[in-house]
């Protein structure tokens, strides 16, 4: 079963505006993580964020913010103010406390394109 | 900042050879790993490694093995490659801490012909 879901393949947004990444996650455990990272045309894969279960508050970095929803199971990637280089491939991921806890397991990726 | 370091950007194998993939990492991190990313798919876990000599499975390990001698260290063995293992592989690494970011390194595109 899919751990990690991410349904939006492609979005385009222009540029300035606000952006929302959906990532909706499956489990059981009631411990668990909540990762963002970008991966540019180069390659690299960029950590944004993190968000624990028990965090209490959204988890924010500069112009990004994770709207966690915990009783939905989503933890959506809001970028303010997009720019240019925001353009990239975006990849949610979870860890879970227990066996295996230091996996990451990712969801399929969204492709973000920002458009002058 | 943590280095991570995949010995190949490129590679091209033939089929049936065995192909060493090597990460180094420079920050002392307990945990490393190794995935495979393909479009649509995401990355998908192969095997990860939380100490010297340890190692679990991942979400797909068939096809492949790793070894971790020393602790900066961590290599993916295909013992025989085949045309389905052409794919980006990429190595990460991070501390033992729950809320640990993994470190990657920039990627090895593997191709088998």
């Known amino acids: 079963a899919q751990k990690i879901t991410q349904t939006q393949p492609g979005m385009f947004v222009q540029e300035k505006e606000a952006v929302t990444l959906d990532c909706t996650y499956d489990?059981?455990?009631?411990?668990?993580?909540l990762f963002w990272y970008k991966q540019p045309s180069s390659g690299e894969m960029i950590f944004l964020i993190y968000q624990g279960s028990y965090d209490e508050q959204n988890a924010t970095e500069g112009r990004y913010s994770l709207n966690f929803q915990k009783a939905r199971k989503s933890a959506n990637l809001v970028i303010s103010a997009s720019q240019l280089g925001d353009s990239a491939m975006y990849f949610c991921?979870?860890?879970?406390f227990g066996q295996g806890a230091q996996k990451l397991v990712f969801g399929q990726g969204t492709r973000l394109t920002i458009n002058p | 900042d943590v280095k991570v370091t995949q010995s190949s950007r490129y590679l091209v194998k033939r089929t049936g050879e065995k192909v060493f993939l090597e990460c180094v990492q420079d920050?002392?991190?307990?945990?490393m790993f190794w995935y495979r990313q393909d479009p649509g798919l995401g990355l998908r876990l192969i095997y990860f490694s939380y100490d010297v000599k340890m190692k679990e499975k991942g979400d797909i390990p068939e096809g492949y093995s790793v070894s971790r001698e020393k602790k900066e260290r961590f290599s993916l063995i295909l013992e025989s490659a085949s045309t389905n293992q052409t794919s980006m592989y990429l190595c990460?690494?991070?501390?033992?801490?729950?809320?640990?970011?993994?470190?990657f390194g920039n990627g090895t595109r593997l191709t088998v012909t």
């Open positions: 489990t059981s455990d009631q411990s668990y993580g």
């Open positions: 920050m002392d991190h307990e945990n």
């Open positions: 991921a979870m860890r879970e």
């Open positions: 990460a690494s991070s501390l033992a801490g729950f809320g640990s970011p993994l470190h």
